[in-house]
Nanobody, 121 residues
Framework: QEQLAESGGGSVESGGSLRLYCAGSPERRYHTMAWVRQAPGKEREAVAQ???????EYLESVEGRFTISRGNAKNTLLLQMNSLKPEDTAMYYC????????????????WGQGTQVTVSS
């Protein structure tokens, strides 16, 4: 069964850094891979995505602080998060799609279980 598996979440103080990692099914061909977050009581929002052409998009509020990249293995994805703020606290999901997407959480059709990121002030 296909899975996207995230790791690397945790708790940090404001200004700290975390690195998230996602591994997808190596036999799949994804057009777009993304990180999506959901804070309690809020809708899911796409944070960053990279497509098969290596085109990258970021949510405005994280641009300059977060960096999305592909890992060395096929269908792996990283999110380096620096200068974290309490408002970055959320469950972070790895997501993917077989088609082109705008930076939109409703576009992706493959999802991981999520990893919690908590930033204290």
């Amino acid at each position: 069964q296909e899975q996207l598996a995230e790791s690397g979440g945790g708790s940090v103080e404001s200004g700290g850094s975390l690195r998230l990692y996602c591994a997808g099914s190596p036999e799949r061909r994804y057009h777009t891979m993304a990180w999506v977050r959901q804070a309690p009581g809020k809708e899911r929002e796409a944070v960053a995505q990279i497509n098969r052409h290596s085109e990258i998009e970021y949510l405005e509020s994280v641009e300059g602080r977060f960096t999305i990249s592909r890992g060395n293995a096929k269908n792996t994805l990283l999110l380096q998060m620096n200068s974290l703020k309490p408002e970055d606290t959320a469950m972070y999901y790895c997501a993917a799609s077989s088609w082109a997407c705008e930076l939109d959480a409703t576009c992706y059709n493959r999802w991981g279980q999520g990893t919690q990121v908590t930033v204290s002030s």
